[in-house]
């Protein structure tokens, strides 16, 4: 009976040593995904007005590519997929800042929840009302932060992986353009728009 006890003591003050850190992620959350909304409501605007800054940058960096490999066609053919490979990668890891919070909101919510009602049973047992009614509402807080959190994060993440996979396919297009008129031998018989799905979907 005495290990039992011991190791029920462990868990509780482990788990009240994580109150601080839950609450503070809960807290983050809150603020970082407020503002991945708004990031992402500004690019609506831009991409409304007909602005694609990652579809311009490509476009300058596979024209400098097109001029330096000019007469080497197979080398072209390789850096332009390697440019490709490596803006896939880039809008990837954009998506993976607001993909995170999809699983992360709701699982601090869940410890947020659960860490306050066991310091308010304690506090109930100590008969401590005042301690117990702000941990119930604080738990509850944490609840609604967390999921709240998360279902924000997966509607941003919708319509950026939308965004993203336009983008590719317009590069793949792009890059395939100059790939079939500067190195029409090297022309692959696959199609760099499908690769680009893939590897889109594969991350996500």
Same mark, same amino acid.
């Given at each position: 009976?005495?290990?039992?006890? %011991? ?8 788990? %009240?040593?994580?109150? *601080? ?18 990031? %992402? ?21 596979? =024209? ?11 080398? *072209? ?6 440019? *490709? ?10 998506? @993976? ?16 929840? *659960? ?29 609604? =932060? ?10 941003? =993440? ?8 336009? @983008? ?11 790939? &079939? ?19 889109? &979907?594969?991350?996500?």
């Amino acid at each position: 009976m005495d290990l039992v006890h %011991t190791l029920e003591q462990l868990l509780y003050e482990v788990s %009240t040593a994580l109150y *601080l850190p839950v609450i503070a992620g809960c807290a983050l959350l809150v603020c970082y995904t407020p503002l991945q909304l708004g990031m %992402t409501l500004f690019e609506s605007w831009q991409r409304h007005r007909g602005q694609f800054h990652e579809r311009v940058l490509f476009d300058l960096r596979l =024209a400098r590519l097109r001029d330096a490999y000019q007469g080497l066609p197979r080398r *072209l053919e390789i850096e332009v997929e390697r440019l *490709l490979q490596a803006e896939e990668l880039q809008l990837s890891r954009r998506l @993976d800042r607001v993909r995170f919070v999809i699983k992360l909101g709701p699982s601090l919510g869940l410890m947020g929840t *659960l860490i306050p009602m066991g310091i308010s049973l304690a506090a109930l047992a100590e008969g401590n009302i005042p301690k117990m009614a702000g941990s119930m509402v604080t738990a509850f807080t944490a609840t609604v =932060a967390g999921l709240g959190s998360g279902v924000l994060a997966y509607l941003i =993440a919708l319509s950026r992986e939308r965004w993203a996979r336009a @983008d590719v396919r317009e590069m793949a297009h792009a890059a395939e353009l100059v790939i &079939a008129r500067f190195a029409p031998e090297q022309a692959p018989a696959h199609h760099l728009q499908e690769e680009a799905d893939d590897a889109l &979907a594969i991350t996500a």
